[in-house]
């Protein structure tokens, strides 16, 4: 499902990564820790190449992205989805708005947006929020949203980085078991990034330690 082969990747004279060797299988909840600064979310972001690699290849569905060209990237990545800490929502969409841009920049047609923004908010829990701005949002509710735009282009993997640090436990909570519906109900490949233990402990059925 998810290789990494050989990676290296170097800021300048900084190396934030060095001789990376990792497979994750498919239909795993796979955990990525280790303390602050050690290269968790720079990792996250070799996978769909957000960050490039000094050296190294990343194989994701059996596609070698690191030899692709930048169009057939751009089509690759639609199948891998990607949350964030501090949710990244766009301020002035609705909630509703939020998911279907997604969907936009993918290049699905309009007249399919509806159903599947519809399906994905129904999905987290929120189809009742549709038309809300996201300042009216608590925490967890804003990653839900940010979890339903993720899912919008039905990916096979999604990438999680530090998706709870910002929530308080039982919102904490919440999210986990939404991540747990994907990969059980959708069979969606999830790779998590904290520095918590309790959040890796408490979802993931393997788990990497960056030293």
Not at 71 to 99: C, D, P, W
Not at 184 to 201: A, D, F, N, W
């Amino acid at each position: 499902m998810i290789q990494l082969r050989d990676v290296k990747k170097q800021y300048g004279s900084i190396a934030a990564l060095q001789n990376i060797t990792l497979t994750i299988n498919k239909g795993d909840i796979h955990g990525i820790i280790g303390t602050s600064g050690v290269g968790k979310s720079t990792l996250l972001r070799l996978i769909n190449l957000l960050e490039v690699p000094t050296e190294g290849s990343v194989f994701v569905n059996n596609l070698e992205l690191t030899a692709l060209k930048p169009q057939t990237l751009r089509e690759a990545r639609k199948s891998i989805g990607m949350i964030f800490q501090h949710f990244n929502l766009v301020a002035n969409y609705t909630v509703y708005k939020n998911v279907e841009v997604a969907l936009e920049l993918a290049n699905v047609p309009k007249n399919e947006r509806k159903l599947r923004v519809e399906e994905c908010l129904q999905f987290v829990g929120l189809e009742q929020y549709k038309h809300t701005y996201p300042a009216n949002l608590s925490g967890g509710q804003k990653q839900r949203v940010a979890i339903a735009r993720a899912l919008a282009t039905e990916p096979s993997v999604l990438l999680c980085d530090e998706p709870t640090s910002a929530l308080d436990p039982s919102m904490t909570e919440e999210i986990l078991s939404v991540l747990e519906s994907i990969n059980k109900q959708l069979g969606v490949t999830i790779v998590i990034v904290s520095h918590e233990m309790r959040v890796i402990k408490s979802i993931c059925n393997r788990v990497t330690v960056l030293d």
